[in-house]
Nanobody
Framework: QVQLVESGGGSVQPGGSLRLSCAASGKIFSVNRMAWYRQGPGNQRELVAAISSVGTTNYADSVKGRFTISRDNAVNTVHLQMNSLKPEDTAVYLC???????????????WGQGTLVTVSS
């Protein structure tokens, strides 16, 4: 069974940096779009950044210039480098992937369990 497992969350002071990683494991034929979403206290889930299978990226306006999404297709992993963190970046960050498990099955959306990022002085 395919799983997405996040790592790298934690607590940091404003202005600090964190790097999140998400690895897809299990029986995988192809990994298409991968993305990071976040959900802060009392807020709806929002897209933070996404990256296509060929490396095309898009970002939420609130993180442009501060966050960078990247992927390593050889190990089915996506990263989110977060710099100049602000208190309003505090949220549970969730990895999302569009994954095809076999040549003959449709791709489907999978979610990781989430990792907490807290930005506070």
């Amino acid at each position: 069974q395919v799983q997405l497992v996040e790592s790298g969350g934690g607590s940091v002071q404003p202005g600090g940096s964190l790097r999140l990683s998400c690895a897809a494991s299990g029986k995988i034929f192809s990994v298409n779009r991968m993305a990071w979403y976040r959900q802060g206290p009392g807020n709806q889930r929002e897209l933070v950044a996404a990256i296509s299978s060929v490396g095309t990226t898009n970002y939420a306006d609130s993180v442009k210039g501060r966050f960078t999404i990247s992927r390593d297709n050889a190990v089915n992993t996506v990263h989110l480098q977060m710099n100049s963190l602000k208190p309003e970046d505090t949220a549970v960050y969730l990895c999302n992937g569009n994954i095809q498990e076999t040549r003959w099955t449709r791709s489907r959306e999978l979610w990781g369990q989430g990792t907490l990022v807290t930005v506070s002085s």
